[in-house]
């Protein structure tokens, strides 16, 4: 593809797991379509190229959080970062995506346009300077949260005199050998974080308002690692996939079903690392499992920092920030010369990207989810939102997997607008759901953004993988809800007449 090109069947915004995911689909259910991939940033990898702090590494394992096309062939399952680089690099580079990416190429605008069935996209490549690429598609792999700014939970730094850093904006040159390192947060990054400065800082301490739920796992895979010395790797994998997908889904019911037997089962193990003898207060959130995403500890990393006394949780509310450290409202005070903010991130929507239909704005948040895919009356757009109890990847793989089947029968009925109508009857007929059963701050605060969710399927954002898995892949294309189009007629086919979606 000459990088001259500005004219597209599907343009695919991110290129990070969702959207390399996307091209990979495409490349072997939809290859007689046209795509690019336009990516803000310098590098692939989304995430995995933009944190940068130590440690980091998966929360899910990559026989999961990895394609389902791609065996993981690393001996961790849980993997860190330049790992999973190195994994999406090599899919780009065997099956000649890399040519497809124009990096640099920020979308601040998509303004649909009925009468050309294309989507006008403006690009920012530099400072003051725009781009114009059109499609029939878009596809947004742009992530869940936002990449300018975190969240920011209004600190009032007071007389600290230490340098502050939050995970998303980790320096470079951040030096904190023998230094006191507190970091606010008790999620996923600040349990990465902890153990992983506290082999060279004097003293890493987790400064939590409220505790998570935590369970502990081996970072490798026994069985994976066996299955691939006597396999075929792909099957090896297959299995592999299928016993933690499994896994996965019995914890998390058994979890919402029976929540104490679930907490009993995780403190057990933290007994069994910490000893007989720990407090688990730290550890005994006022919330039940799953009620917010556990937080992994591969091979009790942070509880063999705790036990060597290089780090430590203290659950507290800050009163302040004095010039050598946090001053609590129990009047405890923690040293600190350097302060991680792992307060969270903040959460954003289809990239933060202006949508419009013939000038109108789109506010996605006036539309229903269909499928966990695509939105109510708004046509050839596509995203990935993952799942929360489960891996990212599990919802890029069929989401993909779904618009090329949706590509392949558009060109069959020689349609060019595919849209999922819900008309006005429908819509207050409608009961809708709380689009998100789970606690975690990011989560609440972001909320007012999301789309809409129903009650039913397909209007819905799913946490279900296996029965989304089965549907997508299994239930017609055309469902009655779909409207295939071409633009400039009301026609599915010839002789087949069909009311405008409008």
Partial sequence: MKNTATDFDVLIVGAGISGIGMAAHMKDKAPGHSFAIVERRDNLGGTWDLFRYPGIRSDSDMHTL??????????????????????????????????????????????????EARWHVTLETAPGERKHLTAN??????????????????FDL????????????????????GKNVVVIGSGATAVTIVPSMSDKAAKVTMLQRTPTWMFSRPAKDALANFLRKILPEKTAYRITRWKNITLQDLGFKRARAKPQKMGEALHKRIRKSLGDDC??????????????????????DLFEAMKSGKAEIVTGHIKAFEKGGVRLTDDQFI???????????KLAIAGKIALSREGRKIDLAQHY???????????????????????WTLRADINSDFICRVLQESRQRGADIVEPVLTPAAEAAIVEDDIFDFSSGYIQRGKAIMPKNAVAYPWRLNQEYVADRKRMKEDPVDDGLLDFRRHGANARGAGEQLEAAE
């Fill in 335 to 345: 040293p600190a010369d350097i302060v991680v903010t792992a307060t969270g991130l």
């Fill in 369 to 391: 989810y269909y499928k966990g895919c695509m939105f109510s009356n708004v046509p050839n757009l596509a995203a990935v939102f993952g799942y929360l109890n489960a891996s």
């Fill in 279 to 300: 407090d688990l207060a730290p550890f005994t959130p006022p919330y039940n499992p799953w009620d917010q995403r556990l937080c992994l500890v591969p091979d009790d």
């Fill in 137 to 154: 598609w878009l596809y947004l792999g742009a992530g869940y949260y936002d990449y300018d700014e975190a969240y920011d939970p209004g």
């Fill in 158 to 177: 007071g007389e600290f005199a230490g340098e502050v850093v939050h995970p998303q904006f980790w320096p470079k040159d951040l030096d904190y050998r």
């Fill in 66 to 115: 990895g394609f389902d096309f791609e065996p993981w062939t690393h001996e961790k399952s849980i993997a860190d970062g330049p790992a999973i680089l190195d994994y999406l690099d090599r899919i780009v580079d065997e099956r000649d995506i890399r040519k497809h990416i124009r990096f640099g190429h920020k979308v601040l605008s998509a303004d649909w346009r009925d009468s």
